[in-house]
């Protein structure tokens, strides 16, 4: 590790998340170990109830550990408090979901100015960096469409550009092409990819689907909350 | 900042219209009776007090029970006091003086503008000195009436300096001025002081034969109102039953069936003030039931919300929305819901205010009953909604930041 050419900008280590369920206790992680380096794009392969989701929102703040470390950035997140973590996923998380977790009750643009009203950008500024992210999505004509008004593949895309409002270090897709068909699923792909080389942009993605994980630099396997596998693609 | 969360509250309201319009129906009747209660209050002085026609403690005022609590006194009662009682109540003992008044509403015009506004008079001869110091009348300008101003009127301060001229007439009206009484013309022979009464400071007063012969009071040989001076205060309560007995027998009703009321001006007034407390009362009452059933329902709508939108909840925090940031917009969406039904009360609360001092006004032929809605009344009754919609907004607030955003994008999957 100590010879990796770039610092980790996410590092995981002996991550245990247990869920108390009544009487039962669910371990969904059981001593992960992951790190990422900055600009790396990792696929996260493995079977269903097998930890991924749960490793993803570690690692986006959306909740604690409850045991062992998590650098982001060089910082534990481990131990935060809600406010700080709410911080860190809106300036340096951009997530993208199976569902697309677009507001219904708002149009494209302004699902993509919405983070950027979280963390107070002006009306001015966010409106022209929401109409830029849109383009580059090639969804500027469908700026005032509401989800609903939009197809499975313009949401994710929707979505995608959302992630990137605020510039974030940090790129967490869980399974973003499963809701799409192949072919829908691979222009979303392009995107990431696009995002990934020209960007530079540090991408964790969680897959079912092998052709989709060849994407990354490196495919990590999950089985029962820890890595059992880890497999270089060449680029 | 708080203008982007108050948007997407609003839209999160418009997008669940017919909820939000059923939720705010107990805020919209409650604020609407706060506002016409307040607007009213003010009015409903007015005619109140307007009905305390004689003042001091060796006073008692006889009337005709009327149908209507708020019309002028003995105006509407469908069996009027006959003129001849003023001598037979004279002979009774301890009476010093009793005389017939008569009390109505007339329009008063100057310079081409008119008002409605009640008309009383006084009595002339000897008792016009009696009543004068009983009335403790003193004018600011101009002088008192006299046996011979057959042309002659008085006014309260309200024509002079008060309000009343400026929402009506162009300048104040001062003594020497000439005004149209029912179409008739009057001189202004003097304007009372301020008494800080609309009894006296809104009454056109003329003498009691000039009503008649003006036909401002019908001819019919009956007064409106009787004040009866005693000699011996002490013994008031007693010449007070001697007069009921009198009555009774005159206008041949049973004890405890009493069509006419004869009491002190501290009776009189007190028995208008339950009157009006329980009128307040009522409307009161009404107010809170309405607003604490607004108030829960907001908070169920609320809950209901925090429920529906849990999927929602998880998502804004996943994309940097801290717990405050969704206190905040479930607690303005609330407010909202509080407010926009406030300002559907007002506006019912206003129209219902004005709406019924129109149907006073035509039914009484006076103005009465006056509704008074200021700006502060709504701007204030806005501010309360809103908070009160807020108050019963918090709990789901407080529920809505606390979900775990895990948990809430997982939920809804
Ligand atoms: N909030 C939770 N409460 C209880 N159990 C949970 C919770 N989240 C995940 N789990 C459990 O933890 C395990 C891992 O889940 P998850 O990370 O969603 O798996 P994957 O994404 O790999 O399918 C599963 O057994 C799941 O049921
Ligand atoms: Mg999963």
Known sequence: MAKKPNKPIIELKDVWKIYQMGEVKVVALSGLDLAVSKGEFVSIMGPSGSGKSTAMNMIGCLDIPTKGTIFLDGKDISQMNESDLAQIRGQKIGFIFQQFNLIPTLTALENIMLPMIFQGMPRDERMAKAKKLLKMVELDERMDHKPNELSGGQQQRVAIARSLSNDPEVILADEPTGNLDSKTGNTVMDFLKKLHKEEGKTIVMVTHDEDVAKNADRIEYLKDGKIVKVLKSGR | MISDYISLSVRSLLKRRLRTYLTMI????????????????????????????????????????????????????????????????????????????????????????????????????????????????????????????????????????????????????????????????????????????????????????????EGIKADDGTVNIIGVKVKDVDQIEQTRLDIEKLLRKERDVKEGEEDFTVQTPQQALESLNSTLFAVQLFVTIIAVI???????????????????RTKEIGIMKSIGARNSTIFTLFFIESGMMGMIGGLIGIGLGMSFAYGLSYIAGLALGSDLIRASISIWLVLGALAFSFFFGTIFGVLPAIRASKLNPVDSLRGAK
Not at chain 2, 131 to 156: H, P, S
Not at chain 2, 290 to 308: F, K, Q
């Open chain 2, 26 to 213: 107990g805020i919209f009747i409650g604020i609407a009776a706060v506002v016409s209660l307040i607007g009213l209050g003010e009015g409903l002085r007015v005619a109140i007090t307007s009905q305390f026609g004689f003042l001091g403690t060796d006073v008692l005022s006889v009337q005709a029970a009327n149908i209507n609590f708020a019309g002028a006194p003995g105006q509407g009662a469908p069996n009027p006091l006959q003129e001849d009682l003023v001598d037979k109540i004279n002979k009774i003992n301890n009476v010093d003086r009793a005389f017939g008044r008569y009390i109505g509403s007339a329009t008063i015009e100057f310079r081409d503008k008119q008002k409605i506004e009640f008309i009383v008079s006084i009595p002339g001869g000897e008792d016009r000195r009696i009543f004068e110091r009983m009335m403790n009348l003193k004018t600011q300008d101009g002088r008192l009436l006299t046996d011979q101003d057959t042309r002659g009127a008085l006014l309260g301060s309200n024509y002079h300096t008060g309000t009343t001229y400026g929402a009506t007439f162009d300048r104040p009206i001062n003594a020497g001025d000439k005004v149209l009484i029912n179409d008739k013309q009057f001189t202004v022979v003097g304007i009372l002081e301020n008494k800080g009464s609309f009894i006296f400071d809104d009454a056109i007063m003329m003498n009691n034969d000039v009503m008649i012969t």
């Open chain 2, 290 to 308: 309405s607003l604490v059933v607004g108030g829960i329902g907001i908070m169920n709508t609320m809950y209901t919300a925090v429920l529906e």
